[in-house]
Every structure is written in structure tokens, then in C-alpha cells.
């Protein structure tokens, strides 16, 4: 039951990749392409997590937390790149 379950988010994980890529590429403007591109980036740290809990390795986990740590640190530059034009 629970292999049923990971395939059926690893589903609804890689439809929601494929839409949020859509968003990078059609957004009409900039910041459409930043929640796309954050979106993305959300999608990637949960596989991270999913490939720990596979593996059972807790190192990944880590590698999850730095890596949204630092896309948070990204959104919030492109944020204030797009409300004052720096």
C-alpha cells in the first residue's frame, strides 16, 4: 500500500514539475517566472526528502534543508530586485 502511495505522489509531484516549468517559460511577466521557478524549486527539495526516506539516509535531509535555505534566500533577492529595481 505504501509503494501505491509513493507512486501516486511522485505522480501529482512530477505533474505539478511539469506545470510549474510551464510557468517559467509562459509567464507573462518576471514574477510569474519567480513563483514558477519557486514552485520548482519546492518540488526538487521534497524529492530530496523522498530519496531520504527511501534510502534512509539522514544526510539528504540536510542537503533538503540547505538547499531551501538558500532558494528562500534566491526568492527573497528576486523580490526585492522586481519592488525597487535595484
Known sequence: ???????IAGG??????????????????AADRAVGLDGMTIIAISFI??????????????????YGLVSFLGVIA????LERGL
Open 1 to 7: 500500500m505504501a509503494d501505491l502511495l509513493f507512486w
Open 12 to 29: 501529482i509531484a512530477a505533474v505539478a514539475a511539469v506545470l510549474s516549468f510551464y510557468r517559467v517559460i509562459a509567464g507573462p511577466s
Open 49 to 66: 526528502a523522498f530519496l531520504a526516506v527511501v534510502s534512509g539516509r539522514v544526510i539528504y535531509v540536510d542537503v533538503a534543508l540547505v
Open 78 to 81: 528576486v523580490a526585492r530586485y
